[in-house]
């Protein structure tokens, strides 16, 4: 019996012809560019790095879906913006969908269900969750391969994930003004690669908190790179004296917003008076000045060099003050307070912009789960995805106007193809829209995928 999607329907008619239409195509997929993406996986190999770290406590004799096969396409899903687990109700008789995940497009079986995938969310203990996490950080190591850098500087920023249930660890915050939870993540802003990503609290986490998740993300990747010069930077939350202590006695670098107080602000008021009086006589919009000075709280114990850039303007004035330990940076022998604040501090707001792709455009905020670790599982799950996307920007020539696109570009221009897929004997024909904008890109990639080593 036909369904009532094969029933004929009218459209506007145009240049007098009538126009019908009919949901018979055949095996088209809207998602070809999904193939990118298992090409992609291959290479970098970060879904084969996970699904070793869960643990299946599934009979084997019994398993149709392997722990593979179900990372495959929940990643591959959430790249292609499907975000929810029940988008696996239709996704799973995709035959591009199948096709990446190594079944066959009609011989093969469906791939899992909702529920099997909630399953998987949920099987991940606190060890395993552990495990899973400094996956990430082996998998950033690894994206490096042979050339270990010999500096790196680690963006650490929280961003807040709004929830609408009874979530655990879901906190109300009062500058929010709802029940969040504040994970923290750590990219690589100069690569624009993910090291690591943790849910937390919806609060600001306290000195010994983020001295605890600094200490063992610098453990793991002192595993791979035991020379690497390891610099952390980030905003005021993190200028707490237990990070500062620890990072001093294990020689690892910081730079951190500091929040203004009395005694600081006193120490830098007669250069701020020489700003005030250079704009007044300029009659200028807005000056700016950079000093330093020595400065020790009383949590401290000790002083520590403290970088204040002073901005003079009608309305008054505005210091924004840093906190770091760097004293003789590569390549500058002799930095100065203006190249600390202006080129290597604010340098952070990049962060903002790679949380955001994290975020927005791979919704990893779809964190509503009860359990903790189940989030967590998720948060993993779309940083693998952040991988892949990125991966395939990657490998876009730097002088192609998408070679900087964000991720929603991407998806629309090489993930959204539209394909018809046929099977046969022998072999599987992928036969992609003629009318794809980025054609011609779509298939340099894949050869050069197909190409370089694995």
Known sequence: ???????????????????????????????????????????????????????????????????????????????????????????????????????????????????????????????????????????????????????????????????????????????????????????????????????????????????????????????????????????????RPEVMAWAERKGVDYIFGLAGSKPLHAKVEAFADHIRVVRAEQDAAAVRGYTEVRHGAKSWGCERRVIARIEATPMGLDNRFVVTSLTDPDPDPDPDPETLYAKLYCARGNAENLIKLHKTQLKSDRTSCRCPLANQMRLILHTAAYWLMLAVRDQIPKAHKMATAEFNTIRLRLLKIGARIKETAHRVRIAFAAACPEASLFRDIMASLKAAPA
């Open 1 to 239: 019996m036909d369904q009532d999607t094969d029933l004929p329907f009218d459209l506007p008619s145009v240049s007098r012809k009538k126009i019908t239409a009919a949901f018979d195509g055949g095996r088209i997929s809207s998602d070809g560019g999904v193939m990118l993406l298992s090409a992609v996986e291959r290479r970098i190999g970060i879904i084969d790095r996970l699904w070793r770290l869960i643990p299946d406590r599934r009979n084997p004799f019994l398993v149709t879906h392997s722990l593979a096969s179900i990372l495959k396409i929940r990643i591959f899903a959430i790249a292609c913006g499907y975000e929810d687990g029940n988008d696996l109700a239709f996704l799973r008789t995709d035959p591009a969908f199948k096709l990446a995940c190594g079944r066959l497009p009609e011989g093969g079986k469906d791939l899992c269900s909702q529920p099997t995938l909630s399953r998987l969310e949920n099987a991940p203990d606190l060890r395993s969750s552990i495990k899973l996490t400094y996956g990430l950080i082996d998998q950033y190591c690894a994206s490096f391969g042979s050339a270990v850098p010999a500096a790196v500087t680690l963006d650490i920023d929280d961003t807040v994930d709004v929830v609408h249930g009874r979530q655990q660890l879901s906190l109300f915050n009062a500058h929010e003004g709802e029940y969040v939870f504040k994970p923290i993540h750590v990219y690589d802003v100069s690569t624009g690669r993910p090291v690591v990503v943790i849910l937390r609290p919806g609060k600001t986490p306290s000195g010994k908190e983020v001295r605890g998740w600094v200490r063992r993300m610098v453990r793991q990747i002192r595993k791979h790179w035991p020379t690497t010069h390891i610099t952390l930077r980030g905003d005021s939350h993190y200028a």
